[in-house]
């Protein structure tokens, strides 16, 4: 439509408008479009970083551990030798006492007397053996010149013989009633730890010689200590094999270390040999009887105490071992995560050992010049590319 006053060109000029400010927005939108792109790529995350370690290679000695019990080496009941009243108790309850200590005092007064008694028939008897040697040699002079006869010297001689009878007679009698008297003192048989009185002072207790002797206390050992633990049947087959192919010494001829673990402990504090096996296997258990003597010298470890046994259980060998921080389960199987040449991340499947300071033996399974991730495992992926980090000496980050 046109106009006298030119309207035909003014709408063409605004349709141009419209249409140049719609184009600038296509253009701007397609712009924006196009910045979002490189921006997307450039916030993808790198591969995520691990911390690797080679396997390290030693020489190592298994050890099989085994649950022990402590008992004493030595064990005593303290019970009186003779009886009466006690008189006095001469040691603290959970004491340390030497061989030769006096625990106990029995009134030592009614075996004084029967000493006396005994002391006083001594005497006799050694007048009647005086007596008797005069008159058989008076009798020894006098049949030479026929006053007497010869049996009468053979009276004499009996008589004499007899004395002497009576006289160690009453020597024995007299010991007994002076060991009596010893008996009174109840002494420490041994050096240990003593238990608590089990008589207190003004009690009547009987002697071991009426059979039905009062307990007084008991004291046991400590140091040395043994410790008494069961091995089951496929370990002793395992050490039997080991001694026929000559890789492992007997314990019934040698005296093989073992290490023990006290409760709450982390790592062995006390050392010993095995001194003992058992003739046969229990049929009710399947198991063999065995027993170390360990050192006890801060006399730390009681009788009846639980400890974990470390027994030596193969020849030296050489292998590869890992931190237990680098090995994950699946399902039955252990397995690490090893790191290619290419950085990309690989599940392997290890057949494991026993721990050995601190690091465990990997039996089967790696290569000494695999990289194993020690640190980051939950950041690895099977197949996926991780940025590796070599860790200190020892497999530790």
């Known amino acids: 439509m046109t ?15 419209q249409l140049s400010a719609i184009a600038g927005f296509l253009t701007a939108a397609f712009a924006l479009a196009g910045c979002d792109k490189p921006a997307s790529q450039a916030a993808a995350p790198p591969p995520p970083p ?7 290679k030693r020489t190592v000695t298994d050890w099989d551990e085994f649950t022990g019990r402590f008992e004493a080496v030595e064990e005593v009941q303290v019970r009186p030798r ?7 108790v001469e ?14 005092v029995i009134d030592p007064r009614p075996f004084e007397a029967v000493a006396e008694q005994a002391d006083g028939q001594l005497s006799d008897a050694r007048a009647k053996v005086e007596l008797a040697k005069r008159e058989l040699d008076r009798g020894l ?3 030479q010149t026929s006053a007497v006869s010869e049996q009468v010297v053979d009276q004499r001689r009996q008589a004499l013989q007899a004395a002497h009878a009576a006289e160690v007679q009453a020597e024995g009698a007299l010991k007994a009633a002076k060991l009596n008297i010893e008996f009174t003192h109840v002494a420490a048989p041994l050096t240990g730890r003593v238990s608590r009185h089990l008589v207190s002072p003004g009690n009547l207790v009987q002697g071991s010689d009426t059979g039905t002797s009062t307990l007084l206390t008991s004291i046991v050992a400590l140091d040395p200590i043994y410790v008494y633990f069961d091995m089951d049947e496929a370990t002793y087959i395992k050490y039997s094999k080991l001694w026929f192919e000559g890789r492992r010494p007997s314990s019934r001829d040698t005296a093989n270390p073992v290490q023990v673990t006290l409760a709450g402990e982390t790592k062995p504090s006390h050392e010993g040999t095995i001194n003992f096996l058992d003739n046969r296997l229990d049929v009710s258990t399947g198991t ?5 003597v360990v050192k006890n010298t801060d006399l730390s470890i009681l009788p009846g105490q639980f400890g974990r046994v470390r027994l030596i259980g193969s020849a030296p060998y050489e292998a590869l071992l890992i931190p237990d921080v680098a090995i994950a389960t699946d399902q039955s199987r252990k397995i690490v995560f090893v790191v290619k040449p290419d ?3 690989e599940a392997r499947p290890v057949v494991l050992g026993p721990l050995d300071d601190g690091l465990r033996v990997v039996r089967e399974g ?4 695999d990289r194993v991730i020690v640190n980051g495992i939950q950041r690895a992926r099977v197949g996926a590319k991780v940025t590796p980090q070599t860790a200190p000496a020892g497999g530790k980050s």
């Open 141 to 143: 002079n006098l049949v």
């Open 50 to 56: 691990v911390t690797v370690a080679q396997p390290v």
């Open 366 to 369: 790696l290569k000494a010049e």
């Open 3 to 17: 106009g006298p006053d030119g309207s035909e060109q003014f709408v063409k000029k605004h349709d141009f408008v």
């Open 343 to 345: 950085d990309t991340v």
């Open 82 to 88: 003779v009886g009466g009243f006690v008189n006095s």
């Open 91 to 104: 040691f603290q309850d959970g004491a340390i006492v030497r061989q030769g200590d006096l625990l106990y």
């Open 288 to 292: 063999l009887r065995s027993r170390a």
